[in-house]
């Protein structure tokens, strides 16, 4: 099956939530627009950094905006903090997007409800995002829970919930919700240490409702936004590919999930992968991890762009 993805002109990502800033970078340009710290002609705008992701993405077709956010960040309140201290006009969402069910990207899901403040507002996630009984498993005698994500919380928030292990098409056919992504790499194995209780009974955690969103821009190809790549980022832009029937790959944007010890034996791959892929920019978000944001700004000099909380990129036809 192949999804019709409709063109778009331009595809902005504006970031509420990542894990790095520096509002002094100072380091902006036609693509890249950082932050300012500055309000009122004073310095003292606030821009918060958390281990999680959110973002407005907006994409224009026709002269027309339409937006959605993907990701809701890891508190309750930073996200939305940045979106007001960004003086962000959040009415303009029309639909939302969960890349998975981990708690640095729901955790601010009603803060930014009510910013929104759409009843009835589409939201679409994979249905093993409700999965719960969660946890890490550093040892037999240490296992670190996760929260486990709520359906009341979305009732809650008069939010509509689309479960889709399929592609899902939003915005008029303008974003693509992958589902459920195909795994046919042999390095991307997923999270060892991830494990879930079910009857009883511990079973390894596939985080198979991790997915990503994908935009196709006019004459340059796919920008593919993912949350974590639990299902590997490389799956990830060929599954993508795969659905759409489209070669090109404009933009690689997304948590890749190359940190720790676990993951750092994969980071030369991966790395190798997305330079055959050779999309025009790579933004390696959130849980990628320092070693392999260095490694692929390295290996790809000319392609790499830096993302922090309060970032918006523009990337037009």
């Not at 310095?43 to 809701?72: Q, W």
């Not at 920019?281 to 993302?307: Q, S």
Request: charged share 25%; with cysteine.
């Amino acid at each position: 099956m192949t999804a019709k993805l409709n063109e778009v002109d331009q595809v902005e990502i504006l970031t509420l939530q990542d894990n790095y800033v520096d509002v002094a970078a100072f380091d902006g340009n036609e693509i890249v627009q950082r932050a300012l710290p500055v309000k009122d002609m004073e310095i003292k705008n606030s821009i918060l950094a958390e281990h999680g992701f959110s973002a407005m993405v907006t994409v224009t077709a026709d002269d027309t905006p339409r937006s959605l956010l993907f990701d809701f960040g890891f508190s309750e309140h930073g996200a939305a903090h940045n979106a007001d201290a960004l003086d962000l006009d959040l009415t303009a969402v029309e639909a939302m997007v969960l890349s998975h069910g981990h708690m640095d990207h729901f955790g601010g899901l009603e803060a930014l409800a009510d910013r929104i403040g759409k009843k009835g507002i589409e939201l679409v996630l994979h249905p093993t995002a409700f999965r719960s009984s969660r946890y890490i498993k550093v040892s037999e005698e240490i296992k670190i829970g996760l929260p486990a994500l709520e359906r009341q919380r979305f009732v809650n928030a008069g939010i509509f919930l689309v479960e889709s292990t399929k592609p899902y098409m939003l915005l008029n056919n303008r974003i693509l919700f992958l589902g459920e992504i195909s795994k046919k790499t042999d390095f991307e194995k997923g999270f060892p240490r991830m494990y879930y209780n079910e009857n009883d009974e511990a079973k390894w955690d596939p985080i198979e409702e991790d997915s990503a969103i994908v935009a196709n821009v006019r004459g340059k190809g796919l920008v593919i936004l993912s949350g974590c790549a639990h299902s590997g980022i490389v799956n990830t832009v060929e599954y993508a590919r795969e659905v759409t029937g489209i070669d090109n790959v404009f933009v690689v944007m997304g948590g890749f999930h190359l940190t720790g010890s676990d993951f750092e034996p994969i980071i030369e791959p991966t790395a190798d992968a997305l330079k055959v892929v050779n999309p025009q920019y790579i933004v390696p978000t959130h849980c990628t991890g320092r070693k392999a944001v260095m490694h692929l700004e390295k290996k790809m000099p000319d392609k790499f762009l830096l993302n922090m909380s309060g970032t918006r990129m523009i990337f037009a036809a």
